[in-house]
């Protein structure tokens, strides 16, 4: 018999309880659609991690104190060992650096006029907006003049913006930080969340030298550093290149003092979480595929059984081994293959509700499309096998006289 003239017969038997191969499909279809959902949210994941990682800036190496290896100063109320000086010299000393900057970090309650706002409060220098390619969205933002002459300047993020001035703009209105008045001279364009979660444009942003004269306490004033390398792929050496500097200027010091680190290692950490996550929310999803395999098996072994008689009178007028194998295993990978088509359909759909639910780029990819086919194919031919070897190998008489 030809080979469509048997796919044409198992297609028919199919058609005849379209009910029972479409709960013996169910299984497929779910599975199919739960492995397409996971991998498309956790693509998706992965390009908002990426995205929040680039939105720190060009290149950015992180640099500061270890305070865990530095119990002795920390109880003495100097666990920071980092300096002006230090931020000066990685600047000036370092090949492969572009830009560098001093960062202190503080919290305040801002006000303007009646409205009131606590935010976190940050001294840099003025290369700061180029290592985090920074921009305004209204005004400027304040220069290295500001910085040498303790200008009492600032710029503000968006999230600040909107609760303090609302619909008015901001630049050139005068906040008071801790009772201390500042002339705003730009509103930052909106960044997002960053990696952690922080809303990078809630913050206010000054001169690291008047916020270290005019708003830190004399006791913790713990200072970060900053540093854009010039390339990508002088990161790594560069990181290297600060730890021996910054052992070679405090000495007495080990390189557990220090932490230097990268976005490239905050983006490597991050994506091998999410890839993770991915792997294993996709693999639990591949579970019910084994289960709607074995559901095929089941029922096709039914099939078997119920259909003994029609298999021997196909014997009886011609059809071999060879015909009703493949006629079964055709019947296993059709229905498949349609449950996977339908799986494909329902899993794209559910991870387009689950990216408008929580405002996620999904990113369905060809290659998630065809391992989920590829593996539901794949369970149709190895489920079905069983039952289709079981049939074939029916004895003609026995099957003629079965009732």
Not at 130 to 147: H, P
Not at 375 to 380: P, T, V, W
């Amino acid at each position: 018999m030809s080979l469509l003239g048997i796919i044409r017969i198992a297609l028919k038997s199919l058609t005849r309880n379209k009910t029972r191969t479409f709960l013996t499909m169910l299984g497929i279809i779910i599975g199919v659609a739960a492995v397409i959902a996971m991998l498309a949210i956790g693509q998706g994941a992965q390009k908002i991690v990426e995205d929040q990682v680039n939105s720190m800036g060009t290149n950015v190496i992180m640099v500061y104190s270890n305070f865990s290896q530095s119990a002795v100063r920390q109880a003495a109320g100097g666990g920071n060992l980092l300096t002006i000086q230090d931020a000066e010299a990685i600047r000036d000393q370092l090949d492969g650096v572009l830009y560098t900057s001093p960062v202190y970090n503080s919290w305040g309650q801002l006000k303007y006029e009646s409205k009131n706002w606590r935010t976190g409060i940050m001294g840099v220098d003025a290369d700061y907006f180029f290592i985090r390619d920074m921009q305004t969205s209204a005004g400027e933002l304040f220069y290295r003049s500001d910085v040498e002459n303790g200008a009492k300047v600032c710029v503000i993020g968006k999230t600040v913006a909107d609760n303090l001035f609302g619909d008015i703009n901001p630049v050139g209105k005068i906040i008071r930080i801790r009772n201390i008045p500042f002339t705003v001279t730009g509103v930052l364009t909106a960044k997002g969340q960053s990696v952690m979660g922080n809303d990078q444009d809630d913050a206010v942003i000054a001169p690291y030298t008047t916020v270290y004269q005019r708003l830190l306490g004399h006791r913790w004033r713990n200072m970060m550093i900053m540093v854009s390398a010039v390339s990508r792929d002088a990161i790594h050496i560069v990181q290297q290149d600060i730890m021996d500097l910054l052992q070679a200027r405090h000495r007495g010091t080990t390189s557990e003092e220090f932490v230097v680190s990268s976005q490239t290692d905050l983006a490597e950490t991050a994506n091998s979480v999410s890839h993770t996550m991915t792997i294993l929310l996709a693999s639990i999803a591949g579970i019910s595929l084994l289960v709607g395999g074995i559901g095929i098996m089941n029922i096709m072994l039914v099939s078997v059984t119920e259909r003994v008689k029609e298999i021997g009178i196909r014997m009886a007028v011609g059809a071999g081994k060879r015909d009703v194998l493949l006629q079964f295993i055709i019947e296993a990978m059709a229905i498949s293959i349609m449950g996977g088509i339908l799986g494909i359909l329902l899993g794209f759909g559910a991870a387009r509700v689950v990216s408008k639910i929580m405002d996620w780029n999904i990113a369905v990819t060809a290659w998630s499309i065809l391992l989920s086919v590829g593996f539901s194919m794949s369970i149709g031919i190895f489920f079905g096998w069983y039952p289709a070897k079981k049939a074939a190998n029916l004895n003609l008489i026995d099957a003629l006289r079965y009732e």
